[in-house]
């Protein structure tokens, strides 16, 4: 099944307990039966996941000086459709709404937002995150642009 979306990694400051509890919190929100730790919220599919290898800490702290926990959520829909792409997004800006630290990878190397001390930057590389979506998050919540690259690889 094909999907579109990216993973976000918080500050070590939120912990997994306080992630899941604002996943839970998310409109028409249910656990997914079939699978632990997963959860839908209308079209989004939300997995709490682990991460395994602190290489994408190390790249994110070196890329961003911006040191995250050992968890991740998951966001995704697995539609192309449009309504799908647009709730993804406020469910996204949802769960950024208490404003700690946090960043959204895509395919573990593309940065699409940062969000430092409440203030978010969207990407404008146009590569990961498309000006249309862009634009859309913008119509949401005020947020800098800036073009956000890569992570850097660390040894």
């Known amino acids: 099944m094909a999907s579109y979306g990216f993973n976000l990694y918080f500050s070590k ?9 604002r996943i ?32 994408i800490q190390k790249n994110i702290k070196q890329s961003t000086g911006l040191e995250v926990g050992e968890f991740y959520v998951a966001i995704r829909v697995h539609t192309a459709e449009e309504e799908a792409f647009l709730e993804k997004w406020d469910r996204t800006l949802e ?19 940062i969000q430092r001390d409440g203030q978010l930057t969207l990407d404008n590389s146009g590569e990961d995150l498309s000006p249309y979506y862009r634009d859309y998050i913008l119509s949401k919540r005020p947020a800098q642009l800036a073009p956000l690259g890569l992570l850097a690889e660390t040894e």
Do not use: N
Request: proline letters at 7%.
């Open 24 to 55: 839970l919190a998310l409109p028409g929100c249910k656990p997914d039966p079939d699978s632990p730790d997963d959860y839908w919220s209308e079209w989004v599919h939300l997995r709490l996941g682990q991460v395994d290898q602190t290489f």
């Open 95 to 113: 769960l950024l709404s208490s404003g700690e630290d946090a960043i959204a990878i895509k395919e573990f190397c593309a940065i699409m937002f």
């Open 13 to 21: 400051k939120v912990d997994r307990q306080t992630a899941l509890d």
